[in-house]
């Protein structure tokens, strides 16, 4: 399958500062890639350094195939889309004529506008002024411009952090369905939730560096302990394992009707991440 | 450079929808306005009293505005969005410089006839006129570029403003204190010396040469707005 990103070995020195060290991970087309980390981990340098607002200090950054420093030209930014957590939105504007400036800058019929607030359920509120708009309605407006012109790889820096549940899952399926249509998303978030429903693989980034890789399946059974923990109806609590001890045990609470609930063990992405690296992710 | 005319286009009527709803920044232009007109009563009829509102609008129209209007797309990050569409440095330089310059020119003729100024050859004033307000927009680029707040945008360009707009009267000193002669050079003296001569016997290099001072200043300022946009749009 085509490569979409490939980073190999990126370096970032902010003065004497290293921000990311030996970064590599590659994205296939129409992957859903999750980048996690705490705040100041490196996610945002590397969206900057794939789509060129900074230079990078070392290694190999290539999106389609192509030098990141190349992503400058008009006819590669019409290639992506980005949402950052800097709306960038024109407040005295309403939300129609910012999604309208956007939509004659990348050339597009004026329908775009529609299929676009329509993609994050704003259309009926399109004559409000930015200025008026509550912090979750600025996020949908500027996904909004940044899946407008469809774009082949879309960076979204955080995207449900200030939506309601309805809005998050309004947003979820209309990624999904973008998705669906070919295009790769490259998402960096704090959560771990949004990162195990949407991303087919996932990075954990901590200090600039890459910790683990790999889809959040994987990783659950890499860093599982494939245990179950049966709750029984005298409220006491047992963690068994695979094996024929285990078994009979949980055949005789079950022979004697002593079974409340039985559930996993299975870590959540956030577990793993603290397992990893030792820290939360906040 | 990729240029696309669709693209200058929207970026002139944002900035025209967005300035027309800035009540601070767009109350400026009556300024120069109420001047020439105050000069008009007061039965002003020299060159250097004509072209005090003129050089105001430079000042506070041209280089202000334009100053300000890059600080609020960088305060408020419009200005990295614009970057990150498809909207090339020409296209965002231009569309953002056009509006501007369309608002100067027809400032500086309201200006004109207020002050009841009625040039002895207007085509060459109007030449350096056009060529001025090309300077001052690249000042105010360059100042709204050093700024990172409207709020210190107004304060950096608050010395630009005087020494361009306020710089040909250093020269009444210049008998006194020889060094302030330099002032001569500055393109706002430029374009006094040229109208001054235009009143009288002139011959081609009496605005030969201001015209061509005008686009040395110009030419300077462009490229220092060029490459200070690079520096400063790329962390």
Known sequence: ?282 | MNISIARIQAIFMKDYKEFSRNYAVSVMIFLPLILAFAYNKMGTNDIDAYFLPINLVFAVVTAYVQCCLIAEEKEKNTLRSLMLSPASLGDILIGKSLFVFIVTIVIVSLSIFLVGYEPANLFILAIALLLSSVFYIALGTLCGLFAKTIMEASIIVLPVMFIFSFGPFALTFASVYPVLDIAKWLPSAQLILLADALEGNYSSMDYIVPILTIIAWSAVAWLATGLIYKKRMVD
């Open chain 1, 1 to 282: 399958m085509e490569t979409v990103i490939d980073v190999q070995h990126l370096k970032k020195d902010f003065n004497r500062e290293t921000a990311l060290q030996d970064v590599s991970f590659t994205i296939k087309k129409g992957e859903i890639f999750g980048f996690l980390g705490p705040s100041g981990s490196g996610k945002t340098t590397t969206i900057k350094i794939l789509t060129a607002q900074t230079e990078k200090t070392a290694g190999e950054v290539s999106l389609f195939n192509r030098p990141a420093h190349e992503m400058k030209s008009s006819q590669n930014r019409q290639r992506f889309g980005i949402l950052t957590d800097n709306s960038g939105l024109y407040t005295r504007l309403s939300i129609e004529e910012n999604l309208l400036l956007y939509s004659s800058l990348y050339q597009l019929p004026n329908i775009a506008v529609k299929e676009a607030l329509d993609f994050v359920n704003l259309y009926a509120e399109r004559k409000k002024k930015v200025n008026q708009l509550s912090k979750g309605m600025i996020q949908r407006v500027t996904l909004a411009r940044a899946i407008m012109h469809k774009p082949e790889l879309l960076f979204l820096d955080e995207p449900t952090s200030a939506l309601d549940p309805v809005n998050t899952q309004h947003i979820y399926n209309g990624l999904r369905k973008l998705n669906d249509l070919g295009t790769t998303i490259f998402l960096t978030t704090h959560d771990m939730s949004e990162a195990e429903i949407l991303c087919d693989r996932v990075a954990f980034l901590h200090q600039g560096k890459i910790r683990a890789i790999g889809s959040p399946n994987q990783l659950k059974k890499e860093f599982g302990d494939e245990t179950l923990t049966v709750e029984l109806t005298n409220g006491q609590c047992e963690t068994i394992k695979n094996g024929a001890h285990d078994a009979q045990k949980l055949y005789d609470w079950m022979q004697s009707n002593a079974v409340a609930r039985i559930y996993t063990n299975e870590p959540t992405l956030g577990d793993i991440f603290m397992q990893i690296t030792g820290s939360d992710l906040i």
